[in-house]
C-alpha cells in the first residue's frame, strides 16, 4: 500500500531535550515536505526536499532541520525543542519534479502531535 | 507570494442541506487548484483538483468544485452532506509563474460540522 509513515504519533517532551520524528515513503517520490499545522493559521511549511542530499527552508525554518540521505526518509530533527514549537507535524510527498507549477497530489502522513513543556 | 484565503473558519450545516465552502487566491494568473481533506485524526488527502480544461471539477463522493478565473474563486459545492462529510477542508493553490518548488500555497482550512 502507498503511504507516508510518521513516527511517533504522539510525543511529549521537554524544553531543550533534541528529538527527531522520522518520516518514510515508499512511492518512490523525490519531492518530500514538512509542515506545521496549528490552530487558525493552516498549514506552513518548515522545509522540503528535492531529491537525496538537497534540502531548502519553507516558511517557518527556524529551531528545525531535515536531512534526506535517502530518498525514502526525511526525518525532522529539533535540536533544542521549546515551548512555541508545540503543534501537530505533517510529512508529505510528491511526484512533483520542481518545475513548472505543482501539478502533482501530496500525499500525507498521518501527523504527529508535539508537545514541549 | 500567492495568498489563499477561506473566509469562514467554520460551517455548522444540518445533514442533507447543501453547502459551500469559499476559497479565494490573490491574483489572476495561472494556476492549479486544489481541495484536500482532513478527517478527525488524520493526514490531508486529496479531494478534487483543477489544472486545465473543464473549469467544473467533480470528486468521487459527491463534492465539486468551481474554478472562475475572473472572481479568482474555486469554492467547493456539495448539494447534499452526510455525517461523514465532517471534516476540515483546505483550499490550495500552486502559481505558475512562481518558479521553484515552493509554490504551493494553502488556505487556514474551514472546518465542516455536519449535523444530524
Known amino acids: 500500500e502507498a503511504q507516508v509513515t510518521q513516527n511517533p504519533r504522539y510525543l511529549i517532551t521537554v524544553t531543550g531535550k533534541k528529538l527527531t520524528v522520522t518520516c518514510s515513503q515508499n512511492?518512490?517520490?523525490?519531492?518530500m515536505s514538512w509542515y506545521r499545522q496549528d490552530p487558525g493559521l493552516g498549514l506552513r511549511q518548515i522545509y522540503y526536499?528535492?531529491?537525496?542530499?538537497?534540502?531548502d527552508k519553507g516558511d517557518v525554518p527556524e529551531g528545525y532541520k531535515v536531512s534526506r540521505k535517502e530518498k525514502r526518509n526525511f526525518p525532522l530533527i529539533l535540536e533544542s525543542p521549546s515551548p512555541n514549537q508545540t503543534s501537530l507535524y505533517f510529512c508529505a510527498s510528491s511526484l512533483f519534479s520542481g518545475t513548472g507549477g505543482f501539478n502533482s497530489p501530496l500525499h500525507f502522513g498521518n501527523g504527529t502531535r508535539l508537545t514541549v513543556t | 507570494a500567492q495568498s489563499v484565503t477561506q473566509l469562514d473558519s467554520q460551517v455548522p450545516v444540518f445533514e442533507e442541506a447543501p453547502v459551500e465552502l469559499r476559497c479565494n487566491y490573490s491574483?489572476?494568473?495561472?494556476?492549479?487548484l486544489f481541495w484536500y481533506v482532513q478527517y478527525p485524526n488524520q493526514g490531508l488527502q486529496l479531494l478534487l483538483k483543477?489544472?486545465?480544461?473543464?473549469?467544473l471539477v467533480e470528486s468521487i463522493n459527491g463534492f465539486e468544485a468551481e474554478f472562475n478565473k475572473s472572481q479568482t474563486s474555486f469554492h467547493l459545492r456539495k448539494p447534499s452532506v452526510h455525517i461523514s462529510d465532517t471534516a476540515e477542508y483546505f483550499c490550495a493553490v500552486s502559481d505558475l509563474d512562481q518558479t521553484g518548488a515552493n509554490n504551493l500555497f494553502f488556505g487556514t482550512g474551514t472546518r465542516l460540522t455536519v449535523i444530524p
Open positions: 491574483s489572476s494568473v495561472s494556476v492549479y
Open positions: 512511492m518512490n517520490h523525490e519531492y
Open positions: 526536499s528535492m531529491n537525496v542530499e538537497v534540502t
Open positions: 483543477y489544472l486545465s480544461g473543464s473549469t
